[in-house]
Nanobody, 120 residues
């Protein structure tokens, strides 16, 4: 079993900052790509940012130059620093991780989601 625990969501004014954190624990041999997606109501889940085991990162177009993703490969955590937040960033954010378990099986896991609300 692998568990993803997210934290750091909340309410912030436009222009403010939040940091989301996601900790991966359980039956882990290694963690591959980690990242964050968000899913506005009635829309598909979109990539916010991802980072692989070497530190290479990707960002969705709407968050480039505002959000920064980082990871700790020892603690198996991923952080999303969100600056200059806009009302349109309001939605639920989901952490994900690609995990190879100790029996060498690969599976993707998702967190339960954390709400980010940006007031205008």
């Amino acid at each position: 079993q692998v568990h993803l625990v997210e934290s750091g969501g909340g309410l912030v004014q436009a222009g403010g900052s939040l940091t989301l954190s996601c900790a991966v624990s359980g039956d882990i041999l290694t963690v591959g790509a980690m990242g964050w997606y968000r899913q506005p109501d009635g829309k598909a889940r979109d990539l916010v940012a991802s980072i692989d085991g070497t530190g290479d990162s990707k960002y969705g177009d709407s968050v480039k130059n505002r959000f920064t993703i980082s990871r700790d490969n020892v603690e198996n955590t991923v952080l999303l620093q969100m600056n200059n937040l806009r009302p349109e960033d309001t939605t639920t954010y989901y952490c994900y991780a690609g995990v190879v378990s100790r029996n060498y099986l690969f599976q993707e896991y998702w967190g339960q989601g954390t709400q980010v609300t940006v007031s205008s």
